[in-house]
């Protein structure tokens, strides 16, 4: 399995428009990130975990040539944004594409984009052809893909991390449940939310990100997520062994 950081950013990306602080100006390229969204591949599979706003760039980037599936994590828009930008692999492959959502984010997709799930007012206009699954905490398969649904709260909004053999995703988060800590055990790559220094309503900040994953014990842990005030190389040297800030483009191979 293959698992690619797509974007690991805040909902503004970095560098942000308007601002000239030393991360939005460094020239560090781990310091540039798109917003959040993860490629994963087998043999035979690629799933793309959240639609971010940055969709097609970031399929463009990575030369993403077949899709087979999308999850999501929730419906914020940074994660759902570029849901329109299905619509090329929908024509290549003349298919329709599965995706699977929380009820809440399935709820979110067809008010954010109506046309995508109702009869189009003028035929002609291509839109996003899709068959939405609505998931909730049971696992599932996208193929050869099983994943297992990692119930979190980002503040009071129920999300999805996911578990895919021995890899786990889990951004968007300041609450893991007691129930979820046991899903995470034995897992060896995590990926975890970890925004900022000070504290943050729906986030985990650095210190509390470093709590989780040393309760979860992967062998190595990626922070993402990542706003604007953690310069990437500045933090990064600073962390636990076993803990390392991620970035774009960082692919895992387990």
Do not use: W
Request: aromatic residues 10%; contains cysteine; hydrophobic residues 35%.
């Amino acid at each position: 399995m293959k698992f690619t950081l797509l974007g690991t950013g805040t909902s503004t990306g970095i560098p942000m428009p308007t601002c000239t602080c030393t991360t939005c100006t460094s020239p560090d390229s781990r310091d540039k990130r798109l917003r959040p969204s993860l490629l994963v591949e087998s043999n035979t599979t690629t799933i793309v975990i959240d639609t971010s706003s940055d969709f097609r760039q970031q399929m463009l980037a990575h030369q993403v040539m077949k899709l087979d599936g999308v999850v999501y994590t929730h419906h914020h828009f940074d994660h759902i944004g570029g849901f329109d930008d299905i619509r090329p692999y929908n024509f290549t492959s003349n298919s329709i594409m599965p995706i699977y959502a929380l009820d809440r984010t399935a709820q979110a997709l067809r008010t954010t984009f109506p046309y995508a799930f109702e009869k189009p007012e003028q035929l002609g206009g291509g839109v996003p052809e899709v068959t939405l699954n609505v998931i909730d905490a049971e696992p599932f398969t996208v193929q050869d893909i099983q994943f297992i649904p990692i119930p979190l709260y980002h503040g009071i909004l129920r999300v999805n991390g996911y578990r895919i053999g021995n890899f786990a995703y889990c951004t968007d988060t300041n609450n893991i449940p007691e129930e979820s800590y046991q899903l995470l055990e034995g897992v060896e790559v995590l990926i975890l939310d970890a925004l900022r220094y000070h504290e943050h309503p729906t986030h985990f900040t650095v210190e509390q990100a470093i709590e989780a994953a040393t309760r979860i014990g992967a062998k190595q842990t990626y922070f993402t997520h990542i706003a604007h005030q953690i310069l990437h190389h500045d933090l990064d040297t600073r962390l636990p062994q076993g803990i390392n800030v991620g970035y774009d483009g960082l692919t895992i191979e387990l």
